[in-house]
Structures are given as structure tokens and as C-alpha cells.
């Protein structure tokens, strides 16, 4: 069963946040909320978590997961950006987009695409997973909990942990977020590609 942990929506408790980056780095599999809906949470080198995700939401692996960073300085270590891709994107962060862009070396192969080469980055304003993020020192490996069948994030904890209490570690709860995913910019070609349109205002990004 998974361990529920309740934590304040503004101040998270520091301890209950070191336990939780405590069982990330042991290799669980998290349940946290954003500013877009819930989302499947592990660190970056749990290749069992990837593969989790990867069976909870029915993908295969040609899904482009994303790195859910602290800053737009650790954002730049992950991926690569021009000059207009940086400053767009500088100008959109911290908000409700994920961009998708040709990965660093930084990135293991595992969660790149497999042709493509690229992965997601997004940077959220969420206090919880600001803070949780300050406590880990590295980007989270992420996907939004979009379940087979559904097309919009759930949105509340006791839901999350009713739905897949056996099939992850931890549901964080602070309150109901929105049901409204990220807006998705594929900027691999060098120029944006408006590929979901979601809680962030896409046009900005349309020509």
C-alpha cells in the first residue's frame, strides 16, 4: 500500500519533505500534485520507476518523458537551447508548459526519446515541489497522471491513492489542483510546435 503524506499547500513540513526525497533516492515511485494536475514523480536513475510510469499511464517507449527542474540553470544543464528558444522559454518559466528540446549529454539514453533524442523540461512555481526539488539537488523524472482512457490529470490525493494505492510508493497530498495539464511545445526543429494546449496560453508559441 501506498504511504500517504499530507503536507501543508504553502510551507511543507522539512521533515515530511526529507522523507519523501529520502525514498526517492531509494528507488520509489511518488504521487505528487503541481500546478497542472497530479504527476508520477522518481529520480532520474531509477530505471524501475521509468518502467512503472511507463505501465501505470499504458505508454511505450517512444513517449518523451520529462525532467521536472528546480530553475531555469538546471533546465540549461538538460537540454540544448538557441538564442530564441532561450529567451521564450526563460520568458514562460516558472508557468504550465512543458518544452520538449534535444537533450545534453546530461541526460541518461534511457529517458531521451529513442530517435529523436530529446526529453521534456518544465519548471513549476508549486511551493511543494519547489521544495521538494531544493531537497533533492537534481531534476525529477516526471509524467502527468493522465490514466488509460482519461484526458484530463486527477486531481486530488485520496483519488490517486484509491486508484493506485499498489501501484506506487507515495501519494503526496496538499489540496485539490487543477485538472488542467501542461500546455506542450516541441522546440527540437529549432523553432515551437504547439503539440497539447493545456493550462499555459499557447500563443504565445503560435506563429
Not at 518523458?65 to 528546480?70: A, I
Not at 514562460?92 to 518544452?99: H, L, V
Not at 493522465?146 to 483519488?159: C, F, K, V
Amino acid at each position: 500500500m501506498a504511504r500517504y503524506v499530507d503536507l501543508h499547500p504553502e510551507n511543507p513540513q522539512v521533515r515530511l519533505v526529507r522523507q519523501v526525497v529520502e525514498a526517492l533516492r531509494d528507488d520509489a515511485l511518488i504521487a505528487y500534485p503541481t500546478d497542472s494536475g497530479y504527476a508520477l514523480g522518481c529520480q532520474l536513475g531509477n530505471r524501475d520507476g521509468r518502467d512503472r510510469i511507463l505501465r501505470i499511464r499504458d505508454l511505450d517507449e517512444r513517449h518523451d518523458f520529462t525532467l521536472m527542474c528546480k530553475d531555469f540553470a538546471q533546465l540549461g544543464q538538460f537540454v540544448k537551447l538557441d538564442n530564441s528558444a532561450f529567451r521564450a522559454i526563460k520568458g514562460a518559466t516558472p508557468g504550465p508548459y512543458t518544452f520538449i528540446l534535444p537533450a545534453t549529454s546530461e541526460v541518461p539514453r534511457r529517458l531521451m526519446h529513442p530517435k529523436k533524442k530529446t526529453v521534456g523540461v518544465r519548471i513549476t512555481d508549486h511551493p511543494v515541489v519547489c521544495t521538494l526539488l531544493e531537497e533533492l539537488g537534481e531534476p525529477m523524472l516526471t509524467s502527468t497522471l493522465i490514466l488509460p482512457g482519461e484526458t484530463e490529470p486527477r486531481t486530488m490525493g485520496w483519488d490517486v491513492k484509491e486508484e493506485l494505492d499498489h501501484q506506487v510508493d507515495l501519494v503526496l497530498e496538499a489540496g485539490e489542483t487543477s485538472a488542467e495539464p501542461t500546455t506542450v511545445v516541441d522546440w527540437s526543429e529549432g523553432y515551437p510546435e504547439v503539440l497539447r494546449v493545456g493550462s499555459g496560453d499557447p500563443s504565445r508559441f503560435e506563429g
